[in-house]
């Protein structure tokens, strides 16, 4: 069965088309995946609504897909949208602007549910043979999601209001950006992350995935890539310590600088400062609450994506059920 799954975030818009073996394993095959930044959060957490230049971009990104969608003859699409789009003024507009050109009513899901399919659709770099505990990460540019589970599934699920281009526009004001800025990020991520472990056992974990643009990035940076090679970072497992060297480069280069490096999207250029630099408090944070068990970090190229076109392909309307 051909399907296809697009992803509306704050930051970028992505889709999936992919052949699901049913009757079968439910394996995905990648026909078209496809990612087009868009800002769609812009300014958003200043002024409550969507920009018109965000719309307009994001039209244009949709129409392109609604034409690869016809092209490979897909038989069934899923459109979720995220964060941004769940609290602004101007929701309206933007539904019905993807219903006209997609033909398909966009589902605007909750933190729980954006967290239920990540943990699907990023857990399956894994070969599981135990119960490990494994916690997916998924840092995107106006949600954070933690996703605790075992190869059974996920079993504890929470959405954070923090994200690369949330943090970017709330504290980093000059570029690179100052010590002080630097400090008020962590000190804002430490305490998202103190609320999260109040409602699930991040002490438990054993293994971290971590998936979406921010982590990637890094990631790619850490391998010194000369260009944004997906096989090779997907899968990858770096040391806190690599992990931190790049958060350390990333944060403290200059805009020209992270826009000259081979790997960078260039519409994550102004936000992989703010977004790095929560990464890598996150890691602190689990290696600290865990006792030093965790020492390292999985990238994941497969997430929310992964998981919807799974969903739909079985026909399932709502996301895995998982304690928020």
């Known amino acids: 069965m051909r399907v296809a799954a697009i992803d509306c975030g704050t930051n970028s818009i992505r889709l999936l088309i992919a052949d699901v073996d049913l009757p079968g394993s439910g394996a995905l095959t990648d026909v078209v995946r496809r990612m087009t930044v868009v800002r769609l959060g812009e300014g958003v957490d200043q002024t409550g609504e969507f920009s018109s230049g965000a719309l307009q971009r994001t039209f244009a990104a949709v129409d392109d897909y609604a034409a690869l969608i016809r092209k490979h003859h897909v038989q069934a699409v899923r459109f979720v949208a995220t964060s941004a789009s769940r609290d602004v003024s101007n929701r309206a507009e933007f539904i019905s602007g993807v219903r006209e050109r997609l033909g398909v009513e966009p589902d605007v899901i ?13 857990a399956s770099v894994l070969d599981w043979d135990s119960e490990r505990k494994v916690l997916v990460v998924d840092l995107g540019g106006g949600s954070t999601e933690f996703v605790l589970g075992t190869c059974n599934g996920a079993e504890h699920a929470i959405s954070t209001d923090m994200g690369c281009v949330r943090f970017t526009e709330r504290h980093m004001r000059t570029d690179p950006p100052t010590e002080t800025e630097c400090s008020m990020a962590v000190f804002e991520t430490l305490s998202f992350l103190e609320n999260v472990a109040q409602v699930m056992p991040l002490h438990e974990t054993e293994t ?24 090779t970072i997907h899968g990858a497992e770096l040391s806190l310590d690599a992990i931190h060297q790049s958060v350390e480069q990333l944060v403290h280069s200059t805009r020209d600088q992270r826009a000259a490096m081979p790997f960078m999207h260039p519409g994550r250029v102004d936000v992989i400062g703010a977004g790095a630099l929560i990464w890598g408090t996150i890691l602190d944070y689990l290696n600290k609450v865990t006792k030093g068990r965790v020492t390292s970090a999985i990238a994941s190229e497969h997430d929310i994506l992964d998981g919807l076109a799974m969903s739909v392909a079985r026909g399932k309307v709502d996301a895995p059920e998982v304690a928020s």
Request: aromatic share 8%; no cysteine.
């Open 110 to 122: 909750r933190g729980s549910e954006e967290a239920g399919f990540s943990f699907s659709g990023a």
């Open 208 to 231: 971290v995935i971590g998936v979406a643009g921010t982590v990637t990035t890094v990631t790619a940076h850490a391998l010194k890539l000369e260009d944004y090679d997906a096989e």
